[in-house]
Every structure is written in C-alpha cells, then in structure tokens.
C-alpha cells in the first residue's frame, strides 16, 4: 500500500510525529510550506496563526506539488490552533481534493482538540468522497515523554493492525 504523509509544522512537534509515522509506513513525506509562514513560535505568531484559522486563510504553499491519485493511504498531521486545523492544511486540501483513499488522521495539542478532527473531515469530504478514516490520533503535550512515547507506539499498533487485516 502505497503511503503519503502531508503535514504543517510549527514548532516541530507534528514533524517529530510524521517522521516517526513515516518509518513505521515506509511513506512518502510532504511538508507543507506556507508562503509567508509565521515565523518562529511565539505567543503573538500563535495568535496571528489563530486569527488565520478563525479567517479560513489560504496561505499559498510554497512546497513541491504531488499526485495524491498515486496513493492508496494518506495521513495528514496538524497542530491544533484556536479548536482546529492549520490553513496550510486547509489549502492543501483546497488544492488537492481526496477521494477513494484511506486516511490517518493526527494532530498536537497542548490545551484542547476542539473540533480539529470533525473541521478536518468536513474539510476532506469523507462521505461523499467516500474516503475511509482508520484512525485519529491526537497527542497531548501535557503528558511525560514516557507517556506520549506509549500513546504514540499504542497507535502505531492500531494501525498495523488494520494494515495487515
């Protein structure tokens, strides 16, 4: 099965995460390269960020183009900002419509999930897409790196495990 990762990254949180998924997979990675981005994190970049999602910004994404017609499973990897996904991942999907695919859906958090994940399937178009979610992950920075080690590998097993039926 041939795999794709598409993922925005702030801080390095959701690369750390894709990166980890990406050996597990053994998948192709695209990183989502917002033109401008925010710059470094800091507290007004995450506000201006939040504004931007509140907006439903498009930034333009400065990143190679890919086929996703070439894949059969596509994760994609988000930090939560203001309860929900970032707008490059909401101008990816506006320029890369998905259908017929498996999908892994995961995002960082450090306060609340919100509606990241429900914004995101309206966004993909499950239903009539008819696109299949297998799994939806959210890793809480508020846990020990232990902890999230072990939340990590338990949804690495949750996937094999649908792989390999």
Known sequence: MKSLIVYYSHSGSTEKLSKELQTLLNADVLKLQPDPDLGNPSFLNYIKGGWHVLRKHLPKLTNKQVNIDDYDLIAIGTPVWFGSFTPAIRSFLKDNPIKNKKLVL????RGGLGNTFSALEKAIGI???????????????KYSADEQSRFVQEWFTEIMNYLER
């Open 106 to 109: 995961f995002a960082n958090h």
């Open 127 to 141: 239903d009539k897409n008819q696109n299949q979610i297998i799994s939806e992950f959210a890793l809480n920075h």
